[in-house]
Every structure is written in structure tokens, then in C-alpha cells.
């Protein structure tokens, strides 16, 4: 199984990268947060990867941090009725500290949003992972035993929540509050990221 590939990065798109690695090309599925932080094409990349078998064939699916292979991981076997396709548009509609805090909070609306979860599935994510979103990658304590993680809003939840009641969609309000996150730091309030969001 694989569980992890280095090598040159030969070609990128949104959702699949191909990485050649002594001589093989192997076409990885990648969420757009880890999309955006490939290098640029020729250089070496370093992904940790899901391997999925299914009787048709197989897959893999590429991450740039551990955490979001864990809840790829926790979203195809502990949700019923989704595959590693909804997971991968899932973790690319939104951050990971964004979906936690949704499925901590019972956000469904939120969760709706995301391509292909309609209400009954984003009541069966919040319902099914809400004990489990304390994992911390390999080696946690079982399901039984999980931390739950705080229900504390973040800045950059607030931020999103702002921009979602101003009109922009979940996608749009994530990906302006992480460019704004990454511009200003860890330290900026709610009210700075949300207007760096808006360009003022």
C-alpha cells in the first residue's frame, strides 16, 4: 500500500497531479487546499497519500499535511454514503479548521454547501464525526475515547461567517479568509480579515 510518493511534479490541475517517481507517473488525487501549495512544475513535491482499492481498480488521493489525510480518511469509513470523491469536494470547499468547527458546532447550512452534501448528509457528518473531529492522525485514541474539540469560534471562522451573511458563498468566503490569513498572520482579528477579504 502506498502511504506516501516523492518526486517531480510533471503535471497539476485542481483535483489530480501526476508525480513521476523513478520512472513511474502516478496520477494522485489532490483537494484544492493541498492544490495550492504544490511547486511549480519540474520540482520535487512530497505528498501523503490515501491508496484506495475498490473492484474496479484503484486510487490514490494526495495530502500536504497529515491532518487532512486523517479526515479523508474519517469522512470514506465512518460516513455512510461517502466516497473519497465527496471527500476530496468537501475538503476543497472548505478548510479543515473551518469543517471541524461546522461539525463541532452542528453547523448543517454550512456544511450543505459543500458539492454533493445535501441536508441529510451534512446532519450525518455532524451526527457520525462530531466525537471523532478530536482525532490527531495516527496513533489517536480510539473513537470512544476522542477529544472533542472545543466549539470555540476562531477569527477566521467569524470571518467566514461574516462574508457567508454578506452574500459570498462558503467556498468564496474560505478561500478570501485564508489568502487574508496568509497576507496578515495568526494574529488578525475577525474584523481585519474580513475586510482584507474585501480588498479594503
Do not use: W
Not at 31 to 57: M, Y
Not at 144 to 166: E, Y
Not at 188 to 193: C, F, G, W
Amino acid at each position: 500500500m502506498i502511504v506516501s510518493l516523492r518526486g517531480k511534479l510533471i503535471e497539476a490541475g485542481v483535483l489530480r497531479v501526476v508525480i513521476e517517481s523513478s520512472g513511474v507517473g502516478y496520477e494522485v488525487n489532490v483537494p484544492v487546499t493541498t492544490a495550492e501549495r504544490l511547486p511549480k512544475l519540474g520540482a520535487e513535491v512530497f505528498l501523503l497519500v490515501h491508496h484506495v482499492f475498490r473492484e474496479d481498480g484503484q486510487a490514490l488521493y494526495g495530502f500536504a499535511v497529515a491532518e487532512e489525510r486523517e479526515f479523508f480518511k474519517l469522512l470514506v469509513e465512518k460516513v455512510s454514503g461517502v466516497g473519497p470523491k465527496m471527500a476530496l469536494n468537501i475538503l476543497s470547499r472548505l478548510a479543515l479548521p473551518i469543517l471541524r468547527d461546522a461539525i463541532v458546532r452542528g453547523d448543517v447550512a454550512l456544511l450543505s454547501q459543500c458539492p454533493g452534501v445535501g441536508k441529510k448528509t451534512a446532519e450525518r457528518l455532524v451526527m457520525e464525526l462530531k466525537d471523532k473531529v478530536g482525532l490527531e492522525g495516527p496513533g489517536a485514541a480510539p473513537a470512544a475515547a476522542a477529544t472533542i474539540v472545543p466549539a470555540q469560534p476562531t477569527p477566521a471562522t467569524d470571518a467566514v461567517a461574516a462574508l457567508i451573511a454578506l452574500g459570498f458563498k462558503a467556498a468564496d468566503a474560505d478561500k478570501g479568509v485564508r489568502a487574508a490569513l496568509a497576507k496578515l498572520g495568526a494574529g488578525a482579528t475577525a474584523d481585519q480579515l474580513v475586510k482584507a477579504a474585501l480588498g479594503r
